[in-house]
């Protein structure tokens, strides 16, 4: 069984997928109590894979092989997804939003600058677009979504920025906007959540 495992390419990534949307949580804060999006759910699957294919690799230490090699790649790849899902955050702080994989590599994004949210998949992904291009994609995969889709829109609202409103989109091509004073009920990850 561990054999058959071991060969099936897509193991891994269908149980980061399946695992992500069963760990996320509705609400995530940061240390100050900012909202924020975190990768939980990938963390959370990829670590322990990556304990595993490590302890498999020592224990087949002593018999160096093909499959040695493969251990120890796969459980390389496991340990810097985990890694990037530990540090990957996305943290709303009073009038902007602040993205950073570690404390070295930072992106600010003023709500000044904001020019519309793209709310896609039934409240799955979110997508804000600044100007100059900028933006910043959210996914199923980030924990938190529904407080900081709320928290959002309660800043945008409270600090009177204007944007083009919230596009909504099932489908490609199947766009409807909603002006921006409105408020919707957008289901995210399965739950109706009023905004």
């Not at 790849?77 to 570690?102: D, P, Q, V, W």
């Not at 979110?126 to 100059?132: K, S």
Request: with cysteine; glycine share 8%; proline share 5%.
């Amino acid at each position: 069984m561990i054999d058959y495992l071991l060969n099936t390419p897509f193991v891994i990534p269908v149980a980061v997928v399946f695992a992500a949307g069963f760990l996320n949580r509705r609400q995530e804060v940061d240390k100050n109590g900012d909202p924020t999006l975190r990768l939980r759910g990938p963390f959370l699957v990829l670590f322990p894979i990556a304990m595993w294919f490590s302890s498999v690799a020592l224990a087949n230490l002593g018999n160096p092989s093909e499959k040695f090699s493969l251990y120890c790649w796969l459980a390389a790849l496991c340990f810097l997804g985990s890694f990037y899902a530990f540090n990957k955050r996305i943290t709303l702080h009073h009038g902007m939003i602040e993205e950073a994989c570690t404390p070295v590599f930072r992106s600010r994004y003023y709500l000044t600058t904001l020019e519309s949210l793209e709310v896609e998949g039934n409240g799955q992904y979110l997508v804000i677009h600044f100007a100059h291009g900028r933006k910043i994609t959210t996914t199923g995969f980030h924990s938190g979504l529904p407080h900081f889709m709320e928290k959002l829109l309660d800043e945008l609202q409270r600090g009177g920025h204007h944007y083009n409103g919230i596009q909504h989109s099932n489908a490609p091509g199947d766009r409807q906007s909603t002006p921006c004073d409105d408020r919707e009920i957008i289901e995210v990850s399965g739950h109706s959540q009023k905004l």
